[in-house]
Each structure stands twice: as C-alpha cells, then as structure tokens.
C-alpha cells in the first residue's frame, strides 16, 4: 500500500431558493419565469435584492415577474425606475408601455411603446403602437 492519503467526497451545499448570491439568483429566477413560475421567481429574486438593491438584471426580471402575475402597478413602478435609470432599455421601455395598456392607460402607453418600437425595430414592438394609436383614435370618436 502507498502512502496515499484518502480524499473525502465533499457534496456540493445545498442552496434554496432566496439563499443564492445576486448572479445565481438570476440564472434561478429567469429559469423559474421561462417556465411560467413568477411567485418562485419572486422567492428567490427578493432576498437577493436585498443584498443587491440596484442590481439591473434582478430588477428586470422582478419587472416580469409582476407582469406576469398581473400586478401591473408593481410592474409599472418598477419599469419606470428602469427606465430612468437606462432610457435606453429597449425590453422595459416596451414593457412599460404594455403594463400602461393593460391598465386601460393608452396616452401614456404609447410614447413609450412608439420608442421602443423605434429603438428595436421589431415588428411586434410596431404592431403594440398600431394597437393603441387604434385604441385612442376609437375613444376620440
């Protein structure tokens, strides 16, 4: 026999949900959100921003999550604070401008649905300002 010492098997720690460090919390809950789970995706991106409070990604994905649900003011207060913070964002700009229009708030929807559209180019960011330029112009008649 060689003097080798034995080397002990170490198990990786188990983390939970809320337990994860900023960047793992992401990967965690974007891949709760792709599969239709925003109350678990919320589980685990709350105590991260705790830690991490102005940390972007984590927001947005909170953004999504409250717009899943359907808890558009939530939704809109987040995306208004992204959007001061980056006016440039293309995802939560688009974002705001639909939990505007799913509140029944068109006039304020669509400038921001109208910059979206033009900072991306995507046809279903163009057919969101159709969508609600049509809907104003029916309410003014």
């Known amino acids: 026999m060689s003097d080798e010492t034995e080397s002990e098997l170490v198990a990786p720690a188990l983390v ?9 919390a992401f990967r965690v809950a974007y891949d709760l959100l ?3 789970a925003p109350a678990g995706a919320l589980a ?20 999504w999550a409250f717009l899943a649900r359907a808890q558009l003011g939530r939704a809109t207060e987040e995306l208004t604070s ?14 705001l401008g639909r939990a505007l229009e799913r ?6 929807a669509l400038p921001h649905l109208r910059l979206a559209a033009v ?5 279903e960011h163009a057919a969101a300002v159709t969508r609600v330029q049509s809907r104003l112009a ?3 008649n």
């Open 16 to 24: 939970f949900p809320g337990q994860e460090a900023p960047e793992s």
């Open 34 to 36: 792709e599969r239709s």
């Open 44 to 63: 685990v991106i709350e105590p991260a921003l705790a830690e991490d409070p102005r940390n972007t990604g984590l927001r947005t994905l909170r953004a």
């Open 82 to 95: 992204l959007v001061e913070d980056d006016p440039t964002d293309v995802w939560s700009r688009h974002a």
């Open 103 to 108: 509140q029944s708030r068109p006039a304020e």
């Open 119 to 123: 900072m991306s180019g995507d046809p």
């Open 138 to 140: 029916a309410a003014r």
